[in-house]
């Protein structure tokens, strides 16, 4: 009953460096979406997912990639680390929205990742 | 600027006393989520709202939906040390793609 994965939990890296943070769930959500939060800016979207090849752009996707191969990952690729994106990362998974519709789902999140770029 | 605000920033209130918190959009809400975080740790789901007028309690938390005001309240009864922490508004925004957007949230501390 693992819900929503994110690794790792700490990350310190250099400024240039890059990494991937990984996100995986196990529910078969269609939806999938990475978000960052900093202090007194609630959590901003970065990219998002509606399912596996469809990806879009969220609120602040500079600095960021990701690709959605399968349902069950949604990894998030910082392409050269900055200060600027120290943060706590969240992935989240629902199951997909409908336009139009009441059918919307709450969304599971994982513990978060915690990164520092020094 | 964000297309969710929630106020007040943050709230100090006496145990025992009553709070609410509020959200504010600039379009139309469509589904309306409310979460709890505590501090340095993961969100918790309370409630999700799809309706207008649409009204939900969970123990002495209720959230309300105002469709024409674009706005949900978060009203909390009687509050207890372990209501503190940070509650965030999230809206289904209607984009190219659906996406869930969330409000800067509120910090709440309750002092026994």
């Known amino acids: 009953n693992a819900g929503v994965t994110q690794t790792p939990k700490f990350q310190v890296l250099k400024t240039g460096q890059s990494m991937t943070l990984q996100c995986a769930q196990d529910m078969n959500h269609e939806y999938m979406s990475w978000y960052r939060q900093d202090p007194g800016m609630g959590l901003r979207l970065i990219h998002y997912?509606?399912?596996?090849?469809?990806?879009d752009q969220g609120e602040v996707p500079n600095g960021y990639n990701v690709s959605r191969s399968t349902t069950e990952d949604f990894p998030l690729r910082l392409l050269s680390a900055a200060p600027s994106q120290t943060s706590v990362y969240f992935c989240?998974?629902?199951?997909?929205?409908?336009?139009?519709?009441?059918?919307?789902?709450?969304?599971?999140f994982g513990d978060g990742t915690r990164l520092s770029i020094l | 600027s964000q297309e969710l605000e929630q106020s007040p920033q943050s709230l100090i209130v006496q145990e025992g006393k009553n709070l609410t918190i509020n959200c504010t959009s600039s379009k139309t809400l469509y589904g309306l989520y409310w979460y709890k975080q505590k501090y340095g740790e993961g969100l918790i789901f309370l409630m999700m709202?799809?309706?207008?007028?649409e009204e939900k309690s969970h123990e002495k938390i209720t959230a309300k939906l105002d469709e024409k005001k674009q706005q949900s309240s978060l009203h909390i009864t009687a509050s207890q040390p372990s209501h503190a922490g940070i509650y965030l508004c999230?809206?289904?925004?209607?984009?190219?793609?659906?996406?869930?957007?969330f409000g800067p949230g509120t910090s709440l501390s309750v002092i026994p």
């Open positions: 997912s509606v399912g596996a090849g469809i990806t």
């Open positions: 989240a998974s629902s199951r997909k929205l409908i336009r139009g519709e009441y059918s919307n789902q709450p969304q599971h």
């Open positions: 999230g809206a289904d925004v209607k984009t190219s793609y659906d996406k869930v957007i």
């Open positions: 709202l799809q309706k207008g007028g």
